[in-house]
Every structure is written in C-alpha cells, then in structure tokens.
T-cell receptor, first 116, second 114 residues
Framework: AQSVTQLGSHVSVSEGALVLLRCNYSSSVPPYLFWYVQYPNQGLQLLLKYTSAATLVKGINGFEAEFKKSETSFHLTKPSAHMSDAAEYFCAVIRISSGSARQLTFGSGTQLTVLP | DSGVTQTPKHLITATGQRVTLRCSPRSGDLSVYWYQQSLDQGLQFLIQYYNGEERAKGNILERFSAQQFPDLHSELNLSSLELGDSALYFC?????????????FGPGTRLTVT
C-alpha cells in the first residue's frame, strides 16, 4: 500500500526565512506525489506534483520540492517565507488501481505559521 | 477558483437525519471524487466516479452513498447521521484517465451533526 508521512504537525518560521516541510513516502511502485495547500476555510489547492519526470519540481508561489528516491522523501521548500504562506500543507500520493481509477492518500498535514 | 462547485457551503442537522451534498465538476472533467476531512481521521478518500460509473472506493461507510448523473454532477448522500459524521466534505474533479493525475478541489461542505 502507498502512504505518506509528514514529519512535524506544526512548523513556525520567521518572515524571510527558509521554509522546509518534510514528507516521506512508502510505495512499492514509482510514486506520483503531490503537495497541496489549504488556507483557512478554503479547499485544497495544488502546489506542485511529481510524476516521474524531473526530480526537482517547481510549483506555484515560489515553492519547490525534490524527489529523492534514496531517501524516499519529497520535502517542500521555499527560500523566503511570506506572511501569506501561513496555511496547512498536505503531502499526498496517488494510487492508480486501473485505467481511470485514482485515489489520493494524504499525510496528516503540517500547519505553517509565519512570524513577523 | 478551481472551477469545482459544491453546495451547500454549510449544513447543520440532527443525529439520525439524512442529507445530500452536491458537486459540479470543472467543465470537461469526467471524474468526480469525494473526500472527508475530520480532526481525528484527517483527509480520507471516500469514492470516485468516472463518467457515471463507480471506479474506486475508499473508507466509505455503508450509510453513505454517491452517484454521478449524466450531466456529470455528483451527489453524496449521508444517512442515519451520527455525531462523528461532522466533518468537511470535499469534492474534487479530474479529466481521468489522463497523465496529469491532478485533482481539483471544491471549497467543501461543512457538515455539523448535533
């Protein structure tokens, strides 16, 4: 079974500091991995995805993630945090069971707080 | 705005009741997915429909059912509601089958069972 684990349910950084949110995956097949962001009282927005092309993936709002097979990791980074980055972030892996069948399995989420 | 719409935004009901949540996918998307987000269970996949047919099933209770109509909108029916069913219910849509694997989420319906 495929799964993801997010290390750290809460992360605080100062404005302008590096953001690092950790995600490790478990999969017996090459995984397709995603990072989603959820702002308060909103739905989930796709930040970026890894689908076996380039291992360094760039997303929206200055975020990027690197797929490291040797470490089974897909950590999310941003060089300089902005107040507007405060939100909950979810790592996810997609299970493709047949043709059109898809389901996302999410990690438990990391709440990012940005301090002024 | 993802293009996925969900109604209602909020729903308050009593234990034992039945409710219907509605979802309209993005224009052109054939797959609809339902997810439940609660404090104790996190984000869980419930069920997927593709072009009117059930394609994948997750941790969906027998008291819950869903369907996708010919116009591709979907409804999630929750019956014999319990306090523990209080959660945020998300609908997502995608073109699937496709190679992007992206799912686009609606704003959710917050269900409160009292």
């Amino acid at each position: 079974a495929q799964s993801v684990t997010q290390l750290g349910s809460h992360v605080s950084v100062s404005e302008g500091a590096l953001v690092l949110l950790r995600c490790n995956y478990s999969s017996s097949v090459p995984p397709y991995l995603f990072w989603y962001v959820q702002y308060p009282n909103q739905g989930l927005q796709l930040l970026l995805k890894y689908t076996s092309a380039a291992t360094l993936v760039k997303g929206i709002n200055g975020f990027e993630a690197e797929f490291k097979k040797s470490e089974t990791s897909f950590h999310l980074t941003k060089p300089s945090a902005h107040m507007s980055d405060a939100a909950e972030y979810f790592c996810a892996v997609i299970r493709i069971s047949s043709g059109s069948a898809r389901q996302l399995t999410f990690g438990s989420g990391t709440q990012l707080t940005v301090l002024p | 705005d993802s293009g996925v719409t969900q109604t209602p935004k909020h729903l308050i009901t009593a234990t034992g009741q039945r409710v219907t949540l509605r979802c309209s996918p993005r224009s052109g998307d054939l797959s609809v997915y339902w997810y439940q987000q609660s404090l104790d269970q996190g984000l869980q996949f419930l069920i997927q429909y593709y072009n009117g047919e059930e394609r994948a099933k997750g941790n969906i209770l027998e008291r819950f059912s869903a369907q996708q109509f010919p116009d591709l909108h979907s409804e999630l029916n929750l019956s014999s509601l319990e306090l523990g069913d209080s959660a945020l219910y998300f609908c997502a849509s995608s073109l699937a089958p496709d190679s992007s694997y992206e799912q686009y989420f609606g704003p959710g319906t917050r269900l409160t069972v009292t």
